[in-house]
DNA sequence: CCGGCGCCAGACAACGATGTCATGTATCAT
DNA sequence: ATGATACATGACATCGTTGTCTGGCGCCGG
C-alpha cells in the first residue's frame, strides 16, 4: 500500500480511501491511485485491515461438518457459501469424523484465525467448553443437531416427525411387524429418530417391546449384517425402517441378496441420488440440506450484523417421498 | 496479549514466546504465563502474527472447485483437508459453477486474505491472469483440468487413456455401432474423454465418422433427451460411452424407459455410489479423487516449502471397473 | 577481584491496514 | 475583505503479534 502511494504520490490514507472506496478523493486523485494499483498489482489485504477495523471483522467464518465428502453435508455447504458469498464472506471448511476430539481441535483453529461466526454440527457430548467464546460474543449456530450444554441457535430436521411418518406411513400399508436399524446412540438425530419411530408404533396400538430395535450401525458393513440377520431370522419383518442413508444402502443389499427387495418394505431416512432408479424406487424421509443451509447462513449472518435475541432452534421440516419400497404389502 | 502479559506480570514478548514454544524462558516463567493465558481464555490471533512473522504464511489456502456439494469434489476436498490439517493449515472452499467470472472474483478474495497456496479447478479460458501472482510466488497446484497459459503444477485423471480403455472394453465386446455422450466443449476433460475415445475407435478400424457425438451435455434432463434421441433413431448404437456422472445418469434413464438397460450396453466415466446396485450394475471408467486430492496436497506443500523445480503434471491413472452394462453384447 | 559468557527478559520497531484528527485550500455569505 | 464552511488530504497512533537488540544477573576462569 505504501509503495502504491508513493507512486501515485499521494498519502497512504489516500489510497485506504480509495480502494475502500471511501468519499472524500477527487475524481483525478481516484484515477491516479486506480492507476498506481493497477500497475503495481497491487491487492488490498483484508487480514491486516480487520486488525484495526471496527469490529474487527475477518469476513469469514468456519463450518465444521461431519466430514466434506459427505453429499449431505455438501449441499449444506453448498447452500451457505452462496448465501454468505453475497456478503463477500469466504468460508473455512472442515471435517470432524464424528471425533469430539477433533471438534475441539478444529474450533480451537479457527478461534485462532479470528472467524466472524462458527456454523457446526457437534458431536462432543456437550459443547459447554465454547460458552466463554460464545459469550464473548461469538455468533455460533449448530446444524442438524442441537447443541448440549449451551444456548444457542440451530437448524434442525424434524426427526422425530419424519420418523413418525415412515411409521405411520409402513402402517398405514398394512405393516405390523416393523424393524428398526440404526445408527450409534451417541448421535442425537439417530435417537430422536428411534424415539419418534417407536413412538408412532405406540400410538398404532403395537406392542413397541416386539418391534426388532438395532442400534450402534455406522457403516453399510455393519447394516448389512444387521439387516441379514433380522431378515434370516424366526419370525422377521414385513417392513424395515434405516435411520441413515449407509443404513439404508446395508439394508438394500441385504434385501436384494435375499431376493426380498419386491416383498419386505423398505424406507430410509435421507434422500440419495439415484433413490428413484432402484428397483424398487427407495421411498425415503427426504431432508432439505439446501434449506438448512440458507437458514444457518441467515442466522449466522443476523447474529453477525448484532441480533441479540433469544437463542432459538429452527426446524426444516421433512418430507416422505413415496417411490415404491415403502408401499410394499405385507404378504401375510 | 498485553493482558495477558499483565497479569502474569511478564513483558509482552514473554508471553509470546511462552504461547510459541520458544526456547529461553525459565520454567517457572513459563508456568505463571500458561496460567494466566488459561484464567484470561486467551487464543493466539495467527492472523495477526502472520503479518510480521518470517514469511509471511497465514497457514491457509484456497480451494476453488466446480461445487462443494459435487461428490466427487467433495472426495478431493477431503484428502486435501486431511493431508493439510496435519500441518495445521485451513482450507477455505468455494464453488466455481463452471463460471469464469467467478474463477476470477474468487480468486481475487483469496489473494486478499494472503492464502499460502491456491488449489484449483480451472474454468476459464486461459489462467494467463494469475501469472503476476503466480511468478509472485504464489503456489498454485490445478486439478482435474490443466491450466491454459501458465506454467503451474497440475495434477489430472489420464482422462484419453481412460476414455480410450471404455472403448477397448466396448469394442472387446464385439461392438461396432458405438456412441458417445459428452458435457460441454469448453470443459477440458470433456474433449479429452471424447479423442481418447473416438481414437481408440480409429485404432480399431471403425470409421470415426459413422460415431454419433453428442456434446454440450451438462446435466441430465438434456442428456436424457440426447439419449432417447438416439436410441430411437433410425441405426441406433448398440452401446453407449457417457462422459461424465450427470450424463451416465441421463442414458441410464433413457434405457430404462425404453425397456433397453439390458440390450443396450453402457460405460460412464466416474464412478458414483450404488453404481454397483442398479439393474445392471454399472460399468465405469472410475477415477481417483483421493489421490487426486493427495497429490495436489502433497504438491502445494512443497512449493510452500520452497521447491522451484520446474512445473509438472501428474497424472492419476483411471481404472475400468466392469458391473455389467459394459459387458452387454451387441444383439445383432 | 574482574572480564567474559550464557541465560532470561523486556523495550521497541515493524508488519499492512484503518480511525482520528489536524491542516491547507477554495468557496461563500456577509 | 473577512470569517465561516466545506472539501480534499496527510500525519500519526493503533490493532495484535514477532524480530531484533539491549540489559541485568549469576557464574566461571584467570
Chains 1, 2 share one sequence.
Do not use: W
Not at 508513493?6 to 485506504?16: E, H, N
Not at 464472506?89 to 478461534?111: N, Q
Not at 457430548?125 to 460464545?134: D, F, K, L, N, T
Amino acid at each position: 500500500m505504501k509503495n502504491v502511494a508513493d507512486l501515485a504520490g499521494v498519502g497512504i490514507k489516500t489510497v485506504s480511501r480509495v480502494v475502500n472506496n471511501e468519499p472524500g478523493v477527487s475524481e483525478e486523485t481516484r484515477q491516479r491511485v486506480l492507476r498506481a494499483s493497477e500497475q503495481l498489482q497491487y491487492h488490498l489485504d483484508i487480514t491486516a485491515g480487520s486488525l484495526k477495523r471496527s469490529g474487527r471483522k475477518t469476513q469469514s467464518i468456519g463450518l465444521l461438518l461431519p466430514s466434506v465428502s459427505n453429499p449431505f453435508s455438501g449441499e449444506i455447504h453448498r447452500a451457505l457459501e452462496d448465501a454468505l458469498a453475497e456478503r463477500g464472506i469466504a468460508v473455512f471448511a472442515s471435517s470432524l469424523d464424528d471425533d469430539p476430539e477433533r471438534e475441539k481441535k478444529l474450533i480451537s483453529a479457527f478461534l485462532g484465525r479470528r472467524v466472524d461466526g462458527l456454523v457446526l454440527t457437534p458431536i462432543a457430548r456437550s459443547q459447554a467448553y465454547v460458552i466463554p467464546e460464545h459469550s464473548r460474543n461469538l455468533p455460533m449456530v449448530f446444524i442438524d443437531r442441537e447443541p448440549v450444554g449451551i444456548e444457542a441457535d440451530a437448524v434442525v430436521t424434524d426427526n422425530e416427525v419424519g420418523a413418525a411418518k415412515a411409521a405411520a406411513h409402513l402402517i398405514r400399508h398394512g405393516h405390523t411387524r416393523l424393524a428398526y436399524l440404526g445408527d450409534r446412540t451417541d448421535i442425537q438425530t439417530a435417537t430422536k429418530r428411534r424415539t419418534g419411530f417407536l413412538e408412532e408404533i405406540g400410538r398404532a396400538g403395537i406392542a413397541t417391546s416386539t418391534i426388532p430395535v438395532r442400534n450402534g450401525l455406522h457403516d453399510e458393513e455393519t447394516a448389512l449384517r444387521a439387516a441379514l440377520e433380522l431378515l434370516t431370522s424366526e419370525n422377521p419383518p414385513t417392513a424395515i425402517f434405516s435411520s441413515q442413508n449407509l443404513v439404508t444402502f446395508g439394508a438394500m443389499r441385504a434385501l436384494k441378496s435375499l431376493g426380498l427387495h419386491h416383498s419386505v418394505a423398505l424406507i430410509g431416512f435421507d434422500d440419495f441420488t439415484l433413490a428413484d432408479m432402484m428397483e424398487p424406487g427407495i421411498t425415503v424421509i427426504a431432508q432439505h440440506p439446501e434449506r438448512i443451509g440458507k437458514t444457518a447462513a441467515e442466522r449466522i449472518l443476523a447474529r453477525i450484523d448484532g441480533d441479540d435475541g433469544a437463542p432459538k432452534t429452527y426446524i426444516v421440516p421433512s418430507e416422505l417421498i413415496p417411490r415404491g419400497s415403502g408401499e410394499i404389502l405385507p404378504l401375510s
